[in-house]
């Protein structure tokens, strides 16, 4: 009666002294791995400018339509470039495939996670919030 | 035919087809790059090599060469493959591949042929070149590094626009397109935007704004002048990206391809206005209508159903003109209405009715079944006749199989493009003979083998020194003619020498004309609107018509008379009835109305028997009737006036209620172009809160308890096609069906007035014409693109002439006529001869019309101010 008391006890006591494999989020957060997909953001070059030339490819292989409002306009010195551009995440399906078709790196899945929001207008992001602010992306050298 | 075999295929082809054209019709791709259909063959690129046998021991372009007897064509084999590939790979050579921001991705021919011929990558290479974009040019945009030396545009310039404003320098690897000095300096059609395969020139309108694939695509007719041109309207969103015309024929002029914005023109009206205490005042559609219906109601109860007068449009629609006349005739039961035609091409109508007769069709029954929508319900038998003036009329695709064509009195290209290419396409048959008679040169004086320049205003006194001289060459008519010894007796007293002398064209180039005419197989005619407005201009189209049964061959295909009708629907709106004297398909009616200057001088009088109301259809009476100070003290004696225009118009400023109306696409429609052709505008954008003519027209008319047939344009079509034998066979986008009617012509040869003397001792002639950017007012509203090659009116002017008065370029000049003054910037055109200069129509500001009188010709003097 007694013994398979022990046993579990024991058990118990074994694991407490043992390391946990499980993560203590959200004080700990996970370091995701090289190839996971996170959701769609617009890519800065190093002087801080949008990649994007507004050449829709994105738009266009998108299959769930996530993509939209890529309003093309012409610069100062005669480039191309979006005034606006959407990224609506509720509809995104993180399939990476405008990452793919992109033929400037001007669009890439980040290694961001936590998407979860009250306010379902927040998913959708316009081109500043559809903007990386800092290299969060997934090999931090491959810019 | 031709037998052949192609591919091992034994196949029967036409004769005189390109083994490409030959392929094409059978469905064997053969890659190309340089070849297209609008063009002659260029040879160029040699991607299009085939295999010929019997031949030389080489592979020949099948682009280039025809079609024969027995040939043995290989048009696939690994030897060709790795020719093409090598040459690919040459195009490909530091080519640009921006396809990202290029605007020509997704449609590009380059694209489409590197994936065709599947070139897997470029392992060559050569010095790389700057790019030498040009960003400076207007409307047209140049990417020399996206250029693929194809020569399309360089062709097209030359052969078909006739403009030859760009062409290559240097050679091989480095060959380059120049238009010899950046920017672009040339007609601005853009038709060597459309030709180029990859994305070298592009469209500046269209530029960053739309991806190929993202438009929706229609084809429509181009509403801006007579030439019944269609072309695809690209819309995204709503919104017009472009002008557009791939497909067989590539060209259009400027302003059909890049005038659209007037659509988008921030002075477009978007509400009707009525007139509150002196002010026009924005107001809702049941307002306006209401009131408008109850003015009219009151007005007929007063002063009976003719006080109201009715001026129909030449920019809107068959449908529309139609209601506008039914709604006179069956509503009001009066004919006071006419179209500003009357000012221009109904005076060539009449010219041309007064010597050919009146218009008379037989053999043509109703169709019992239902045609398709916008079709004639009366089809073409071999029974059908035709007789009378609307049977002389020529149709543009026709005219280059004429051999003589005499152009009178018009600077083609600017009164009716599709004629200048049209005569183009002629000039490449060595038979074809061109003679030119105008006041100053033109572009086409390039091109004349006879060019003849005479004194402005003398154009009818030329045309009777040639018909003299075919009278005493006795030549006979071709057509049955009457009258003819009354006529040879009008013209007894007159001289060569003398028309010589006050022509200022030497005798021996009138008889070498008359020569040309009299031996010609199939001459042609083409007058301009240039002509019919003189004073006199339906004296000019009679004179014509008279030289036209003399020589004419109306058998022959493409031997005909081509009055220019100026606006879209400048044709239409006389087909369909808006005349005092002749209901649809010139039916004459019982107690014909006031013609409209008729009106209009009335009004200006004040006479009890002028009308109480105008109801205007568009058209800018101030702006194109040519006494522009008359009209106005007319329009403001009518009490009542109301105006259907999109813009806030110098005659809508006098107007007691304004109506906005739908323009371009953003209305259903048809048009009868100047050759009498149908063209069909279908709705591809959103009215924004304005109506169609049509719709407006209804309304008011239901309000005042008239029946007229509604439900759409089709509906209106139908009912309008009904009463129309004349339109026999008109499908949208089919021949002209005229041409295909037995003609059963005879005339009667009718003298004409023989004074051609300019009123007034001024020592300039100002001459009021057309510019080539512009068409009618409708181009002057920002931002169309005409706007920007031609943003203002200036005096054109010869360089002697201005220095004699220390003028100039670009100084402003005061000129002064017996009717008014106005003040223009002038520029030095030497192809105006010494005492003429030129004002274009177009603009409200100066008004060229301030200064002329019944005509366009006016003596003027010229101060610096
Ligand atoms: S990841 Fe897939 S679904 Fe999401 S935006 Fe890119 S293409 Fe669209
Ligand atoms: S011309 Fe064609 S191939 Fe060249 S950059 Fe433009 S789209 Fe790409
Ligand atoms: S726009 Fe027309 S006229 Fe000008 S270069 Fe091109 S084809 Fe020639
Ligand atoms: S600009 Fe275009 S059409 Fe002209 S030669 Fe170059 S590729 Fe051909
Ligand atoms: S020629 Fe006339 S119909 Fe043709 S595109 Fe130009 S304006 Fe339009
Ligand atoms: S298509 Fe035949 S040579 Fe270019």
Same mark, same amino acid.
């Given at each position: 009666?007694?013994?398979?008391?022990?046993?579990?006890?024991?058990?118990?006591?074994?694991?407490?002294?043992?390391?946990?494999?499980?993560?203590?989020?959200?004080?700990?957060?996970?370091?995701?791995?090289?190839?996971?997909?996170?959701?769609?953001?617009?890519?800065?070059?190093?002087?801080?400018?949008?990649?994007?030339?507004?050449?829709?490819?994105?738009?266009?292989?998108?299959?769930?339509?996530?993509?939209?409002?890529?309003?093309?306009?012409?610069?100062?010195?005669?480039?191309?470039?979006?005034?606006?551009?959407?990224?609506?995440?509720?509809?995104?399906?993180?399939?990476?495939?405008?990452?793919?078709?992109?033929?400037?790196?001007?669009?890439?899945?980040?290694?961001?996670?936590?998407?979860?929001?009250?306010?379902?207008?927040?998913?959708?992001?316009?081109?500043?919030?559809?903007?990386?602010?800092?290299?969060?992306?997934?090999?931090?050298?491959?810019? | 035919?031709?037998?052949?075999?192609?591919?091992?295929?034994?196949?029967?082809?036409?004769?005189?087809?390109?083994?490409?054209?030959?392929?094409?019709?059978?469905?064997?791709?053969?890659?190309?790059?340089?070849?297209?259909?609008?063009?002659?063959?260029?040879?160029?690129?040699?991607?299009?090599?085939?295999?010929?046998?019997?031949?030389?021991?080489?592979?020949?372009?099948?682009?280039?060469?025809?079609?024969?007897?027995?040939?043995?064509?290989?048009?696939?084999?690994?030897?060709?493959?790795?020719?093409?590939?090598?040459?690919?790979?040459?195009?490909?050579?530091?080519?640009?591949?921006?396809?990202?921001?290029?605007?020509?991705?997704?449609?590009?021919?380059?694209?489409?042929?590197?994936?065709?011929?599947?070139?897997?990558?470029?392992?060559?290479?050569?010095?790389?070149?700057?790019?030498?974009?040009?960003?400076?040019?207007?409307?047209?945009?140049?990417?020399?590094?996206?250029? @693929?030396?194809?020569?399309?545009?360089?062709?097209?310039?030359?052969?078909?626009?006739?403009?030859?404003?760009?062409?290559?320098?240097?050679? #091989?690897?480095?060959?380059?397109?120049?238009? #010899?000095?950046?920017?672009?300096?040339?007609?601005?059609?853009?038709?060597?935007?459309?030709?180029?395969?990859?994305?070298?020139?592009?469209?500046?309108?269209?530029?960053?704004?739309?991806?190929?694939?993202?438009?929706?695509?229609?084809?429509?007719?181009?509403?801006?002048?007579?030439?019944?041109?269609?072309?695809?309207?690209?819309?995204?969103?709503?919104?017009?990206? =472009?002008?557009?015309?791939?497909?067989?024929?590539?060209?259009?002029?400027?302003?059909?391809?890049?005038?659209?914005?007037?659509?988008?023109?921030?002075?477009?009206?978007?509400?009707?206005?009525?007139?509150?205490?002196?002010?026009?005042?924005?107001?809702?559609?049941?307002?306006?209508?209401?009131? @408008?219906?109850?003015?009219?109601?009151?007005?007929?109860?007063?002063?009976?159903?003719?006080?109201?007068?009715?001026?129909?449009?030449?920019?809107?629609?068959?449908?529309?003109?139609?209601?506008?006349?039914?709604?006179?005739?069956?509503?009001?039961?009066?004919?006071?209405?006419?179209?500003?035609?009357?000012?221009?091409?109904?005076?060539?109508?009449?010219?041309?009715?007064?010597?050919?007769?009146?218009?008379?069709?037989?053999?043509?029954?109703?169709?019992?079944?239902?045609?398709?929508?916008?079709?004639?319900?009366?089809?073409?038998?071999?029974?059908?006749?035709?007789?009378?003036?609307?049977?002389?009329?020529?149709?543009?695709?026709?005219?280059?199989?004429?051999?003589?064509?005499?152009?009178?009195?018009?600077?083609?290209?600017?009164?009716?493009?599709?004629?200048?290419?049209?005569?183009? !396409?002629? =000039?490449? =048959?060595?038979?074809?003979?061109?003679?030119?008679?105008?006041?100053?040169?033109?572009?086409?004086?390039?091109?004349?083998?006879?060019?003849?320049?005479?004194?402005?205003?003398?154009?009818?006194?030329?045309?009777?020194?040639?018909?003299?001289?075919?009278?005493?060459?006795?030549?006979?008519?071709?057509?049955?003619?009457?009258?003819?010894?009354?006529?040879?007796?009008?013209?007894?007293?007159?001289?060569?020498?003398?028309?010589?002398?006050?022509?200022? @064209?030497?005798?021996?180039?009138?008889?070498?004309?008359?020569?040309?005419?009299?031996?010609?197989?199939?001459?042609?005619?083409?007058?301009?609107?240039?002509?019919?407005?003189?004073?006199?201009?339906?004296?000019?189209?009679?004179?014509?018509?008279?030289?036209?049964?003399?020589?004419?061959?109306?058998?022959?295909?493409?031997?005909?008379?081509?009055?220019?009708?100026?606006?879209?629907?400048?044709?239409?709106?006389?087909?369909?009835?808006?005349?005092?004297?002749?209901?649809?398909?010139?039916?004459?009616?019982?107690?014909?109305?006031?013609?409209?200057?008729?009106?209009?001088?009335?009004?200006?009088?004040?006479?009890?028997?002028?009308?109480?109301?105008?109801?205007?259809?568009?058209?800018?009476?101030?702006?194109?009737?040519?006494?522009?100070?008359?009209?106005?003290?007319?329009?403001?004696?009518?009490?009542?006036?109301?105006?259907?225009?999109?813009?806030?118009?110098?005659?809508?400023?006098?107007?007691?209620?304004?109506?906005?109306?739908?323009?371009?696409? !953003?209305?259903?429609?048809?048009?009868?172009?100047?050759?009498?052709?149908?063209?069909?505008?279908?709705?591809?954008?959103?009215?924004?809160?304005?109506?169609?003519?049509?719709?407006?027209?209804?309304?008011?008319?239901?309000?005042?308890?008239?029946?007229?047939?509604?439900?759409?344009?089709?509906?209106?079509?139908?009912?309008?096609?009904?009463?129309?034998?004349?339109?026999?066979?008109?499908?949208?986008? #089919?021949?002209?069906?005229?041409?295909?009617?037995?003609?059963?012509?005879?005339?009667?040869?009718?003298?004409?007035?023989?004074?051609?003397?300019?009123?007034?001792?001024?020592?300039?002639?100002?001459?009021?014409?057309?510019?080539?950017?512009?068409?009618?007012?409708?181009?002057?509203?920002?931002?169309?693109?005409?706007?920007?090659?031609?943003?203002?009116?200036?005096?054109?002017?010869?360089?002697?002439?201005?220095?004699?008065?220390?003028?100039?370029?670009?100084?402003?000049?005061?000129?002064?006529?017996?009717?008014?003054?106005?003040?223009?910037?002038?520029?030095?055109?030497?192809?105006?001869?010494?005492?003429?200069?030129?004002?274009?129509?177009?603009?409200?500001?100066?008004?060229?019309?301030?200064?002329?009188?019944?005509?366009?010709?006016?003596?003027?003097?010229?101060?610096?101010?």
């Amino acid at each position: 009666m007694i013994m398979p008391f022990l046993k579990g006890l024991a058990t118990t006591l074994r694991m407490v002294f043992t390391k946990p494999i499980t993560q203590q989020y959200p004080e700990e957060r996970r370091e995701m791995y090289p190839r996971w997909r996170g959701h769609p953001e617009l890519t800065i070059d190093p002087d801080g400018r949008r990649r994007c030339v507004a050449c829709t490819l994105c738009l266009v292989v998108c299959p769930s339509n996530a993509i939209k409002g890529i309003v093309p306009a012409e610069g100062p010195e005669h480039e191309k470039y979006p005034a606006a551009f959407v990224i609506d995440l509720q509809r995104c399906i993180f399939c990476g495939l405008c990452q793919e078709a992109c033929p400037q790196a001007a669009i890439k899945l980040n290694n961001l996670y936590e998407l979860a929001q009250y306010d379902k207008s927040l998913l959708i992001l316009e081109i500043d919030r559809a903007t990386q602010k800092e290299s969060k992306l997934r090999t931090p050298d491959w810019l | 035919m031709v037998n052949l075999t192609i591919d091992g295929r034994a196949v029967q082809t036409k004769k005189g087809q390109t083994i490409l054209e030959a392929c094409d019709d059978l469905g064997i791709f053969v890659p190309r790059l340089c070849y297209h259909p609008a063009l002659k063959p260029i040879g160029a690129c040699r991607i299009c090599v085939v295999e010929v046998k019997p031949g030389p021991p080489r592979p020949l372009p099948a682009c280039a060469t025809y079609v024969a007897e027995g040939q043995e064509v290989v048009t696939a084999s690994p030897k060709l493959d790795v020719i093409r590939l090598e040459l690919m790979k040459l195009v490909l050579i530091n080519h640009a591949l921006e396809c990202p921001v290029c605007d020509k991705g997704g449609e590009c021919e380059l694209q489409d042929l590197t994936h065709a011929i599947g070139v897997p990558e470029v392992d060559l290479a050569a010095v790389k070149l700057p790019p030498n974009q040009d960003y400076e040019s207007q409307l047209v945009e140049r990417h020399p590094d996206r250029c @693929v030396t194809c020569g399309r545009c360089i062709h097209i310039c030359r052969d078909r626009v006739g403009a030859m404003a760009i062409n290559f320098t240097l050679r #091989g690897y480095f060959t380059e397109l120049t238009s #010899g000095a950046v920017p672009l300096d040339c007609e601005f059609c853009g038709s060597c935007i459309d030709i180029c395969p990859v994305g070298a020139l592009i469209n500046k309108q269209f530029k960053y704004r739309s991806r190929a694939w993202e438009v929706t695509k229609t084809e429509m007719a181009c509403p801006f002048c007579g030439g019944g041109c269609t072309y695809e309207l690209h819309v995204k969103d709503g919104k017009v990206m =472009r002008v557009f015309n791939g497909g067989d024929k590539v060209v259009l002029c400027g302003r059909g391809r890049f005038g659209w914005p007037v659509v988008e023109a921030p002075d477009r009206l978007k509400t009707p206005l009525i007139r509150q205490d002196g002010q026009l005042q924005e107001a809702t559609w049941d307002e306006a209508l209401d009131l @408008v219906a109850a003015k009219f109601r009151q007005i007929t109860e007063a002063a009976g159903l003719g006080a109201i007068y009715g001026v129909g449009s030449p920019r809107a629609t068959n449908e529309a003109n139609y209601l506008f006349q039914k709604f006179f005739r069956q509503g009001l039961g009066t004919n006071n209405l006419d179209n500003p035609g009357r000012y221009t091409y109904i005076r060539a109508l009449q010219g041309l009715a007064a010597v050919f007769g009146p218009a008379q069709v037989s053999g043509v029954e109703l169709d019992p079944s239902r045609p398709p929508a916008f079709t004639s319900p009366y089809p073409v038998t071999d029974d059908a006749k035709g007789k009378g003036f609307p049977f002389v009329l020529g149709k543009i695709d026709d005219l280059p199989k004429a051999d003589v064509v005499l152009v009178v009195g018009a600077d083609v290209t600017p009164e009716l493009p599709p004629l200048g290419w049209a005569l183009l !396409e002629a =000039r490449e =048959r060595d038979a074809f003979k061109l003679i030119v008679a105008n006041n100053r040169r033109t572009k086409f004086d390039r091109y004349a083998d006879l060019s003849m320049r005479c004194q402005p205003g003398t154009e009818r006194l030329l045309v009777a020194g040639i018909i003299k001289a075919l009278l005493a060459a006795e030549v006979t008519p071709a057509i049955r003619a009457s009258g003819v010894e009354e006529f040879k007796e009008s013209l007894k007293k007159l001289t060569l020498k003398d028309v010589a002398k006050k022509t200022g @064209v030497e005798e021996a180039a009138i008889k070498a004309a008359a020569d040309l005419l009299a031996q010609a197989l199939a001459p042609a005619i083409i007058f301009g609107a240039e002509l019919l407005a003189q004073d006199k201009g339906q004296e000019n189209a009679l004179a014509l018509a008279d030289l036209f049964l003399l020589v004419g061959k109306p058998g022959a295909p493409g031997s005909a008379l081509y009055p220019v009708a100026e606006k879209n629907n400048t044709r239409g709106v006389c087909e369909v009835g808006v005349l005092p004297d002749f209901g649809p398909g010139f039916a004459p009616v019982d107690k014909p109305g006031a013609a409209l200057p008729e009106v209009l001088a009335l009004l200006e009088k004040g006479d009890a028997a002028a009308p109480q109301s105008l109801y205007l259809l568009g058209g800018d009476l101030l702006r194109f009737a040519p006494n522009h100070k008359q009209v106005e003290k007319a329009l403001k004696k009518v009490p009542f006036i109301v105006v259907q225009d999109a813009f806030l118009t110098e005659t809508a400023k006098l107007a007691h209620v304004v109506l906005p109306v739908a323009v371009h696409a !953003e209305q259903e429609g048809t048009f009868i172009s100047s050759d009498g052709t149908l063209g069909y505008l279908p709705r591809a954008l959103s009215a924004n809160g304005v109506k169609p003519d049509c719709l407006i027209i209804h309304e008011i008319a239901s309000r005042m308890g008239y029946s007229i047939p509604t439900g759409g344009p089709a509906n209106i079509f139908k009912d309008l096609a009904k009463a129309m034998p004349l339109w026999a066979g008109l499908a949208p986008k #089919g021949s002209e069906p005229r041409a295909d009617f037995g003609k059963d012509l005879s005339g009667q040869l009718v003298p004409f007035d023989l004074d051609v003397s300019l009123p007034g001792r001024r020592p300039l002639t100002l001459l009021v014409g057309k510019s080539l950017q512009h068409s009618g007012s409708f181009t002057t509203h920002h931002p169309c693109g005409a706007l920007t090659v031609t943003p203002r009116a200036e005096l054109g002017m010869n360089p002697d002439d201005a220095q004699g008065l220390g003028l100039t370029e670009g100084d402003a000049a005061k000129v002064t006529s017996s009717q008014g003054e106005i003040s223009v910037p002038i520029t030095l055109n030497p192809d105006l001869p010494p005492g003429l200069v030129f004002l274009p129509e177009h603009f409200a500001d100066p008004a060229a019309n301030a200064l002329t009188l019944n005509s366009n010709l006016v003596r003027v003097t010229i101060s610096k101010g």
